[in-house]
């Protein structure tokens, strides 16, 4: 390393100066708890590299990772088909391209602002590193939401935004893709607005239709991806996905996807959800009925409930606000895939799961279990697999899409899953074989965190101080 980068001595002990940068984000970054949460976790598993890597520290690596390179925020007026105006709010966060241009989804829902996106767009750098790609970390969004709307307000709020965003990306700068909100219609609508301003016809944005640039698999790759994943860490004790009780959370894209990875394994899966309510099928949700679920949810766009008026023997409970758990993880299960939202599994839920059996918790969504939830798991000795592990496969598969768009390729859809499977192995054996390293065996959180970070930071290291 240079030493044009030192900085003077007086080094202070790891603990010490992580405490420190810790204090600065949270006065930096106020009312942005998410983001101070996602930093906090990645730094309880930097304390080890640290004492290992004092380089590291004396670059002053940690108060740089955790600075977006670029945070770009902007208006988005569209009319609405009363012709009244609207107005919301866009973003992007570029949050690190020391290894790639930045990569990371775009999100419309009403509850996205800064400090969500920039905690998505910290954990986006460290899953990127961990797909063996070239990609760097990005995220952005917008507080719109497209439930309730029409397809043409849909596509007037995506050129609007579009309009703006456009100058800010491109295929060899930042490659957003879809995330909550964000599916195939708006990514077509979005890369529609970016040809007729740029005149250009290239890979700007992943998950795109597949007769104009989308690759085979991409809408699936998160929900099998995280399926994956978790054999693997089955593997690692001696067993198998084959027979097991599951509980998948969420009924959209990544749900739908880890119900039908599942089936194809062997195992049951019981339940879904959405913002009203869990649905429980004791009889499990076979291939006939998640058909019915996509049916719903990606064509008539309607609500879970419904599932219960179909399928008799389901039962629907509704959401209740006042509760401080969730009754969809208090089903007796063998294994959990939480693919709905941040935050959703509290302490009380990670307990109701121990309590009753729940061997292995492998995250679809992003930052789907709180802190102290996580810490539960580790110490309940549960198969636990982070959220920037367990759900890489979304992001990798994104990452094999721009290596066709580069080579004007297209490959079967063998050809991607069998990529995908490869990736996922790799990244689980990243995960296994550092935590093993830094003396966690079997805590793929640290192995996560520290995995991801080690690529980043030595290219940050090697590209000198910008």
């Known amino acids: 390393m240079s030493s044009g980068i030192m900085t003077p001595s007086g080094i202070k002990a790891p603990r010490e100066y992580m405490d420190e940068v810790m204090i600065s984000v949270k006065a930096k970054n106020p009312a942005e708890p998410e983001f101070h949460q996602a930093v906090q976790e990645v730094f309880e598993s930097l304390r080890l590299v640290l004492a290992k890597h004092p380089e590291y520290q004396s670059a002053r690596l940690l108060e740089r990772i955790v600075e977006p390179e670029r945070v770009i925020m902007f208006r988005v007026p569209w009319f609405d088909d009363q012709g009244n105006i609207q107005v919301n709010r866009g973003f992007r966060i570029e949050m690190n391209s020391a290894i790639g241009p930045y990569k990371g989804g775009l999100r419309f829902h009403a509850s996205v602002n800064l400090g969500i996106l920039k905690f998505l767009a910290f954990e986006q750098v460290f899953k990127n590193s961990l797909t063996t790609l070239p990609m760097g970390g990005g995220k952005g969004g917008s507080d719109f939401d497209p439930k309730g709307k029409s397809d043409n307000e849909v596509m007037r709020f995506c050129q609007s935004f579009m309009t703006e965003l456009q100058r800010h990306i491109g295929p060899d700068t930042d490659v957003p893709a879809g995330d909550i909100g964000v599916g195939g219609r708006e990514i077509g609508f979005m890369f529609g607005q970016y040809k007729r301003l740029r005149n250009e016809f290239t890979g700007v944005l992943t998950g795109k239709g597949l007769s104009w640039g ?70 499990g949700i076979d291939r006939e009925k998640l058909a019915w679920v996509m049916e719903l949810k990606n064509v008539r766009r309607g609500r879970i409930r419904d599932y219960a008026d179909k399928f008799k023997k389901a039962v629907f409970i509704p959401t209740d606000i006042k509760l401080e758990h969730n009754p969809l993880w208090n089903i007796k299960s063998d294994c959990a895939f939480p693919s709905a939202t941040q935050n959703e599994i509290t302490t009380k839920d990670a307990a109701n799961l121990i309590s009753n059996g729940c061997k292995l918790v492998a995250e679809g969504a992003n930052m789907p279990s709180t802190l102290e939830a996580t810490k539960m798991f580790l110490e309940a000795k549960v198969l636990y697999g982070p959220a920037k592990a367990a759900n890489a496969g979304g992001v990798a598969t994104s990452g094999l899409e721009m290596a066709q768009n580069s080579a004007r390729l297209t490959w079967t859809r063998e050809e991607v899953d069998d990529r995908l499977h490869k990736i996922m192995i790799a990244i689980h054996k990243t995960c296994y074989e550092t935590a093993v390293e830094y003396g966690t065996p079997g805590n793929l959180v640290n192995g996560a965190n520290i995995g991801g970070f080690l690529k980043v930071a030595n290219a940050m290291l090697d590209q000198g101080l910008v």
């Not at 996807?257 to 062997?266: A, F, N, P, S, V």
């Open 214 to 283: 989308g690759s085979l698999i991409r809408p699936e790759a998160t929900g099998y991806g995280c399926v994956y994943f978790a054999a693997e860490m089955l593997k690692s004790r001696q067993d198998s996905l084959e027979g097991k009780i599951c509980l998948v959370s969420g009924s959209g894209n990544v749900s739908q996807y880890t119900i039908e990875k599942l089936l194809d394994l062997g195992a049951k899966p019981v339940t879904v959800s959405d913002s009203n309510g869990v649905i429980y099928d004791p009889d």
